[in-house]
């Protein structure tokens, strides 16, 4: 059930949301530069009314490189965090397309949607997912596959890698090299104190857990504090291995969460 607080902030998010849904349209539909800013603003807005408090390690994509974006993934707050940072679309689970309000605005960021239930539809997924890398879009991968705990990172699954394959290896439009970026997203405070390991699921979205009382619980609660940190590129070519590319991505989100867990807000 939502708090006074909850409903205030909700007084504020509904109306931007009912301004942005069809100015990011129009622009979608134009191909317009604004798509890609448009989704940025709001975002921001968004981080903001909720209180949250975003402090970022490593430089973000240049905007002008085709990168591939490997992170970790805790809850649906993770997207509009993320969603701050540089004009970004992320690559989810087919479902998401299905689910009100949020499908529309998956869709909208330019969100590619792939089946999990059926493998021949990640070869589908990784030609589209190549044809955005190449275009210069910077594209989010949650690449554990699912969201955890908040205590611990899962291990990086390598299907979707074959993306940035698909696109370096493309006869037609080759991308003589694609960038895997690794980004650690990292819950460490509320409230401006550190978050205990008994909080963190707080903010955990995960298994069986229902989207509403999650978000009312969100919306209503103190801010968070989330550290954000980005790896150094991992250079991605023709004679690369998709799996050891994918490990060393994940030993550099494991080692920048738990550095940033370590030393709190």
Same mark, same amino acid.
């Given at each position: 059930?939502?708090?006074?607080?909850?409903?205030? @902030?909700? +007084?504020?998010? =509904?109306?931007? &949301?009912?301004?942005?849904?069809?100015?990011?349209?129009?622009? =979608?539909?134009?191909?317009?530069?604004?798509?890609?800013?448009?989704?940025?603003? %709001? !975002?921001?807005?968004?981080? @903001?009314?909720?209180?949250? @408090?975003?402090?970022?390690?490593?430089?973000?994509?240049?905007?002008?490189?085709?990168?591939?974006?490997?992170?970790? !993934?805790?809850?649906?707050?993770?997207?509009? =965090?993320? +969603?701050?940072? *540089?004009?970004?679309?992320?690559?989810?689970?087919?479902?998401?397309?299905?689910?009100?309000?949020?499908?529309?605005?998956?869709?909208?960021?330019?969100?590619?949607?792939?089946?999990? &239930?059926?493998?021949?539809? &990640?070869?589908?997924?990784?030609?589209? =997912?190549?044809?955005?890398?190449?275009?210069?879009?910077?594209?989010?991968?949650?690449?554990?596959?699912? *969201?955890?705990?908040?205590?611990?990172?899962?291990?990086?699954?390598?299907?979707?890698?074959?993306?940035?394959?698909?696109?370096?290896?493309?006869?037609?439009?080759?991308?003589?090299?694609?960038?895997?970026?690794?980004?650690?997203?990292? %819950?460490?405070?509320?409230?401006?104190?550190?978050?205990?390991?008994?909080?963190?699921?707080?903010?955990?979205?995960?298994?069986?857990?229902?989207?509403?009382? !999650?978000?009312?619980?969100?919306?209503?609660?103190?801010?968070?504090?989330? @550290?954000?940190?980005?790896?150094?590129?991992?250079?991605?070519?023709?004679g690369s291995d998709r799996k050891e590319a994918t490990k060393a991505a994940e030993d550099v989100v494991r080692a920048a969460a738990r550095a940033a867990r370590a030393s709190g807000p």
């Amino acid at each position: 059930m939502l708090s006074l607080r909850g409903i205030l @902030r909700l +007084s504020l998010i =509904v109306p931007a &949301t009912l301004v942005g849904i069809p100015l990011q349209a129009l622009a =979608v539909r134009l191909d317009s530069r604004a798509a890609r800013l448009i989704p940025l603003v %709001y !975002h921001r807005f968004i981080c @903001r009314v909720l209180g949250i @408090r975003i402090k970022v390690e490593g430089r973000p994509p240049n905007g002008r490189e085709a990168a591939l974006i490997l992170a970790n !993934h805790v809850s649906w707050l993770d997207i509009p =965090v993320i +969603s701050t940072l *540089t004009p970004l679309s992320f690559i989810a689970k087919a479902e998401v397309n299905g689910w009100p309000v949020v499908g529309l605005l998956a869709r909208l960021q330019r969100t590619v949607f792939i089946d999990r &239930t059926r493998r021949k539809a &990640t070869a589908a997924t990784n030609v589209e =997912v190549a044809h955005r890398l190449r275009r210069g879009d910077a594209m989010v991968l949650f690449a554990e596959g699912t *969201t955890g705990d908040g205590l611990r990172i899962l291990p990086f699954r390598s299907a979707l890698v074959g993306a940035a394959r698909d696109a370096v290896a493309d006869a037609e439009a080759p991308a003589s090299e694609i960038v895997l970026r690794p980004l650690a997203i990292t %819950y460490v405070g509320r409230h401006g104190l550190p978050l205990g390991r008994n909080e963190r699921p707080d903010i955990a979205w995960h298994g069986d857990m229902e989207l509403a009382p !999650h978000l009312a619980a969100v919306i209503s609660g103190a801010p968070f504090d989330v @550290r954000i940190t980005w790896g150094e590129p991992i250079a991605f070519n023709g004679g690369s291995d998709r799996k050891e590319a994918t490990k060393a991505a994940e030993d550099v989100v494991r080692a920048a969460a738990r550095a940033a867990r370590a030393s709190g807000p």
